[in-house]
């Protein structure tokens, strides 16, 4: 499988601290998008992040790539309980036509 | 209106029926995809489609068939259900290379196959 995976599996915070969720994948990329999912719901992109990049900023996110490890993580800064969702990474091959999911992180931020 | 819509939302049926789940997108795109979701697993492709005459089997697609009917419509069938295909299916599309090549998602279809 080309699936990636993501770790924690889940993940509780309080208010205001700082949220980092990781990403391991299988195959050489074009580039990495991050997703978050609300309870049920279909899947938002967050951010993109391309194999020649190493750090990519939106707002409170902040997203790195290792390309050498197959690596990538995902960072919210001061979190927000809007930030409660499951949060997914995907490759894309370099052919840039297929689109791979890691196994999600559930994140939970308690007021 | 939802940029891509999926049909039904919420759907049971039995061992052995078969089952359609359709979709239809206004973003315009031509790259349109099939995804599978069970908990722990993620989200796994069943198939994905570039163009109306282009179809591409994904990770996952035994047990299923699709269609694009036109460039706007991409649907799922499952010929005779079973209840392993329980899960959330989603429906996405691509603008590929043209546009930002992210992927824009339905809500999502929830089959349960008792």
């Known amino acids: 499988s080309q699936q990636g995976e993501e770790d924690p599996q889940a993940l509780s915070i309080q208010e205001g601290e700082n949220a980092t969720m990781n990403c391991s994948y299988k195959?050489?990329?074009?580039?990495l998008q991050w997703y978050r999912q609300n309870s049920g719901r279909g899947l938002v992109h967050l951010i993109l992040i391309r194999s020649n990049e190493r750090e990519k900023h939106s707002g409170r996110l902040r997203v790195t790539l290792d390309t050498s490890k197959k690596s990538s993580s995902l960072l919210i800064t001061a979190s927000r309980a809007a930030d409660t969702a499951s949060y997914f990474c995907a490759t894309a091959l370099n052919t840039g036509n297929q689109f791979y999911f890691g196994t999600g992180t559930s994140l939970t931020v308690i007021p | 209106d939802a940029d891509v819509t999926q049909t039904p939302r919420n759907r049971i049926t039995k061992t052995g029926k078969r089952i359609m789940l359709e979709c239809s997108q206004t973003k315009g795109h031509d790259r349109m995809y099939w995804y599978r979701q069970d908990p722990g697993l993620g989200l796994r492709l069943i198939y994905y489609?570039?163009?109306?005459?282009?179809?591409n089997k994904g990770e996952i697609s035994d047990g299923y068939s699709v269609s694009r009917q036109a460039q706007a419509k991409f649907s799922l069938s499952l010929e005779s259900a079973i209840p392993n295909q329980t899960a959330l299916y989603f429906c996405a599309t691509n603008g590929g290379n043209s546009g930002a090549n992210v992927l824009t998602f339905g809500a999502g279809s929830r089959l349960t196959v008792l």
């Open positions: 489609s570039f163009d109306v005459k282009d179809i």
């Open positions: 195959t050489s990329i074009n580039n």
